[in-house]
């Protein structure tokens, strides 16, 4: 993904919002994981990262490619959790990815990463557009709500990035909420307000990202919404 970068700072969609995260929760200690999450593979080498952190956390894994399966063969591998990973486009070229969001985010804990992010955003009616700097490689702080994916994970924490797109902060649909950003305002984490679906912007599995495995291993816990 190519983008423009700016040569001063300016903030996205009006800057940083007025949410007070508070600190985060207390988290349990990482479960043994039994049940088969299946991982969307955008056509990214840090996907196999990603697999490689779920299955130090002893998760049954089954990796697919965007455009070599369809929805009624994920239905037959009845997965219980779903992960979209990064990738080298922008979310109107990610194969199924967006599809898969529909229909199985309703009913499965679904977590994207990256474009996967992304995808959740464009999914639900949100804008993905090209940020004032491209962040490949590059750490943040990263502030949180200190829930979910977050649970026992201090805030801030130092993320890794690797991305020129982000969600527009003010095309933000109404059934998504901010989960987490950066201090001028980029939009590093959301969430769905009823439906069992979360996204990071930043890359978890990095060496660079602080807590890594302990956001991976929140995943594995994560239920569907009441």
Known sequence: MRGLVSSRRRRVGGGPSDLKFPNPRP???????SEMILVID???SFTFNLVQYLGELKADLRVV????????????LKPERI???PGPCSPR??????EIIRAFGPHLPLFGV??????????????VVVNYRM????????????EDLFAGIPSPFNATRYHSLVIKRDTLPACLEITAETDEGEIMGVRHRELPIWGVQFHPESILTEHG?????????LQKRN
Do not use: W
């Not at 988290?27 to 994981?33: D, E, L, N, Q, V």
């Not at 962040?135 to 200190?146: A, E, L, Q, V």
């Not at 302990?214 to 816990?221: D, E, G, P, R, S």
């Open 65 to 76: 490619r965007n455009d070599e399966v369809t929805l009624d063969q994920i239905r037959d």
């Open 27 to 33: 988290a349990a200690s990482f479960p043994p994981a």
């Open 135 to 146: 962040m490949h490689g590059k750490t943040s702080p990263i502030r949180h709500n200190g």
């Open 83 to 85: 992960l979209v990973s």
């Open 213 to 221: 495995r302990q956001l991976m291993a929140n995943f594995l816990k």
């Open 114 to 127: 990256c474009l996967g992010h992304q995808c959740i955003g464009h999914t639900f009616g949100g804008e």
């Open 42 to 44: 955008n056509y990214d």
């Open 93 to 98: 070229e990610a194969g199924l990815s967006n």
